[in-house]
């Protein structure tokens, strides 16, 4: 057991450590020298952790009283985390027209459309971020200078780009106060230009013919795990997202008819999307299928066959083929394909659709998902030769000869 002495002759280390005490309590000290005690048990088979508070103001005796309350709840078959958020949620609710009770509604009411990573995201950047100083706050209250000071608060600790989504988010729940009739107007919109514009990130890639022969030779000698070897050399000829590829289903794709077509659900844009395939890339799924362990993913995990494979999978392939964050990324096969597609003259439209990219107008992304696809059918295996022909050395002369007997380039450059 804990003793008083104990906790204040405790020292901050390096690294966040514990002083246990009894019956899952312990008290954990911070680097920067803070205390807060925490509850571990267990529920329905799961290991949960509650905090009961921050040491000195909450004792040690207290703390205990605290940890023996919460037993009880466990014993009597109640999980006192979910106890708690109910407590939280039903605070908040007091406040029916708090910024946070609004905004949880936004998110609940929404976020069953959208990635699940992408979901928790939001809602992760609103709690830290924005719930602490604006939630208990009525919506109709808060001032655009009230906003911008929590704003600036994230920009000073270097985070532009949050400070950005934050302010995104925090428009989208005034937007929706105001069409459920709980606010008169959008406060973010006084505040544009307040913060810096972000610095466009762009993705390390190969565009010069001679580096990506290179780097698609470095591709068919890699030696790690098989399937991770025909997600690299599928990346290349399908330029999809790299979440797209590594959860892509069986049952999403058609040997027979040469396509793949990924549901909407999983698409950036919520719009389903068909991605012509190859010859070439169906004898890398033929490949595959040959070795297939009766799991539903085209690439499942190392460890478990019942999972995509990790998200950092293509990327750490390629830094075992030496070639660093800053020569070449997962996301940089799509503006290989991009780049080469427009230089030899393709449709811009066709590339643009090809890629999946937004479309301003919503029902348009929605119902005009197969545009074009005559073209980008041609234009697929036409890009698929084009990279054999790379990687062989062989002469780009034929495959050029090929792309100009079946479409005629809207723009060629010089």
């Known amino acids: 057991m804990l003793t008083v002495m104990e906790i204040d002759s405790a020292k901050p280390r390096a690294k966040t450590w514990r002083l246990h005490d009894q019956r899952g309590l312990y008290l954990e000290v911070t680097p920067t020298g803070g205390r807060r005690w925490r509850f571990k048990y267990s529920f329905g088979g799961k290991e949960k952790r509650l905090s009961l508070g921050v040491y000195p103001d909450v004792p040690l005796k207290l703390a205990r009283e605290r940890r023996e309350l919460l037993r009880q709840s466990v014993a009597a078959g109640v999980d006192p985390s979910v106890t708690r958020k109910q407590e939280k949620r039903d605070q908040i609710d007091g406040v029916k027209d708090s910024f946070e009770a609004i905004a949880r509604e936004w998110f609940d009411r929404f976020s069953p ?118 997600a690299l050399r599928l990346s290349p000829m399908l330029f999809v997202r790299q979440g797209e590829l590594r959860q892509a289903e069986w049952s999403e794709i058609d040997i027979e008819n040469a396509e793949w077509r990924i549901p909407a ?20 799924l033929r490949e595959l299928q040959a070795v297939r362990r009766n799991g539903k993913y085209v690439f499942p995990g190392a460890a478990h066959i019942y999972r995509p494979m990790s998200s950092n999978t293509v990327n750490g392939a390629l830094r075992r083929l030496g070639y660093t964050n800053e020569e070449m990324t997962a996301h940089g096969f799509r503006s290989m394909a991009s780049t080469l597609l427009n230089e030899h003259g393709w449709n811009r439209d066709a590339i643009e659709r090809q890629l999946a990219h937004a479309d301003r107008d919503s029902i348009r992304a929605t119902y005009n998902y197969a545009e074009y696809l005559p073209e980008r059918r041609r234009m697929m295996q036409w890009w698929a030769d084009y990279l054999d022909a790379l990687r062989n050395g062989t002469p780009l002369k034929s495959i050029i000869e090929q792309q100009e007997q079946v479409h005629v380039p809207t723009m060629r450059l010089a």
């Open 113 to 230: 459309n959208w990635d699940s990573r992408y979901a928790g995201l939001v809602i992760r950047r609103l709690e830290a971020e924005a719930f602490p100083w604006l939630g208990t706050r009525k919506i109709t209250a808060i001032k655009p200078v009230e906003l911008l000071t929590v704003l600036r608060r994230i920009e000073k600790r270097g985070a532009l780009e949050t400070a950005h989504r934050v302010m995104q988010y925090a428009g989208k729940v005034f937007r929706y106060a105001v069409a459920t009739s709980r606010a008169e107007r959008d406060i973010t919109v006084d505040l544009r230009g307040a913060l810096p514009p972000t610095k466009e990130r762009h993705h390390a890639t190969q565009t010069n013919p001679k580096s990506v022969a290179e780097l698609l030779r470095a591709i068919e000698g890699y030696e790690g795990a098989f399937v991770t070897k025909c």
């Open 265 to 284: 659900a999983r698409m950036k844009m919520r719009a389903p999307h068909i991605v012509p395939l190859s010859r070439q890339a169906i004898d890398v």
